[in-house]
């Protein structure tokens, strides 16, 4: 039976951990289909305030289809800037999950962390500004294909309580986001646990866990290299 497209993509970028230093832990399961993708909305203070918003007391969630999954060791496709203007960078930290959680306490949300990585929330933000300007739903601006950019999973052992990860994205070798999981307003442990009191998670969803400052414009030709301890992963924007 032929895979899904984002069964078939999430495999390969499995395929692509095994030979990484520091790769999953295969003694926990880590699922490669992905059923969806929760990300947080201004978990950084100084991302609220550089589009001009509210910091919030509760995270803000919103979803991606697992449709929306490309790996970072293909290109970074845009859409159409013609058609749909601008499409801006957001880098996050990432965490895929190796077991359900509904109604978790803060050590089954740290039991269940399967995989750790960077990922590239790609956001159409002219159309984004339009529909929030009505009322609308962000689907349109949030959920287009190629929408989720993950690079390889690692295994989150490396990376201890998850309370001091440090991250980077350069842009044609200009640093252009510095993160660091202790300045989240929601740190990683607690923003499971909140999501699973609001609705049930499934091993195999990943959660991007939110974006430091210093989000702005894909262009054409743009050299993107991201971060992680040791870890780098590089890729071109078309």
Same mark, same amino acid.
């Given at each position: 039976? !032929?895979?899904?497209?984002? *069964? !078939?993509?999430?495999?390969? $970028? &499995?395929?692509?951990?095994?030979?990484?230093?520091? /790769?999953?832990?295969?003694?926990? +399961?880590?699922?490669?289909?992905?059923?969806?993708?929760?990300?947080?909305?201004?978990?950084?203070? /100084?991302? /609220?305030?550089?589009?001009?918003? *509210?910091?919030?007391?509760?995270?803000?969630?919103?979803?991606?289809?697992?449709?929306?999954?490309? +790996?970072?060791? %293909?290109?970074?496709?845009?859409?159409?800037?013609?058609?749909?203007?601008?499409?801006?960078?957001?880098?996050?930290?990432? $965490?895929?999950?190796?077991?359900?959680l509904s109604m978790a306490t803060i050590e089954q949300a740290q039991q269940a962390i399967g995989g750790?990585?960077?990922g590239l929330d790609l956001t159409l933000r002219d159309l984004q500004s339009k529909l929030k300007e009505?009322?609308?739903?962000?689907?349109?601006?949030?959920?287009?294909?190629?929408?989720?950019?993950?690079?390889?999973?690692?295994?989150?052992? /490396?990376? %201890?309580?998850?309370?001091?990860?440090?991250?980077?994205?350069?842009?044609?070798?200009?640093?252009?986001?510095?993160?660091?999981?202790?300045?989240?307003?929601?740190?990683?442990? *607690?923003?499971?646990?909140?999501?699973?009191? &609001?609705?049930?998670?499934?091993?195999?969803?990943? $959660?991007?866990?939110?974006?430091? !400052?210093?989000?702005?414009?894909?262009?054409?030709?743009?050299?993107?290299?991201?971060?992680? %301890? &040791?870890?780098?992963?590089? !890729?071109?924007?078309?």
């Amino acid at each position: 039976m !032929s895979q899904s497209p984002h *069964e !078939s993509l999430a495999n390969a $970028i &499995a395929a692509g951990v095994n030979a990484e230093q520091g /790769a999953i832990n295969h003694n926990k +399961s880590l699922r490669t289909s992905i059923g969806k993708v929760v990300c947080v909305g201004r978990n950084y203070a /100084a991302h /609220a305030a550089e589009l001009g918003n *509210e910091v919030p007391t509760t995270p803000i969630l919103f979803m991606k289809p697992a449709s929306s999954v490309v +790996s970072i060791r %293909g290109d970074v496709v845009r859409p159409s800037p013609e058609l749909f203007g601008e499409t801006h960078y957001e880098a996050e930290l990432c $965490i895929q999950l190796s077991a359900d959680l509904s109604m978790a306490t803060i050590e089954q949300a740290q039991q269940a962390i399967g995989g750790v990585t960077l990922g590239l929330d790609l956001t159409l933000r002219d159309l984004q500004s339009k529909l929030k300007e009505k009322g609308h739903p962000w689907e349109r601006a949030k959920c287009f294909d190629g929408a989720c950019v993950l690079a390889d999973w690692l295994d989150p052992q /490396a990376f %201890g309580n998850l309370q001091n990860v440090q991250y980077q994205l350069s842009i044609n070798d200009k640093l252009t986001q510095d993160g660091d999981s202790a300045l989240m307003l929601f740190p990683v442990y *607690e923003l499971l646990v909140n999501i699973s009191h &609001a609705f049930s998670l499934q091993a195999g969803d990943v $959660i991007m866990t939110g974006t430091p !400052s210093g989000v702005g414009v894909l262009q054409a030709g743009d050299q993107l290299k991201l971060k992680l %301890g &040791a870890h780098e992963w590089v !890729s071109q924007v078309q």
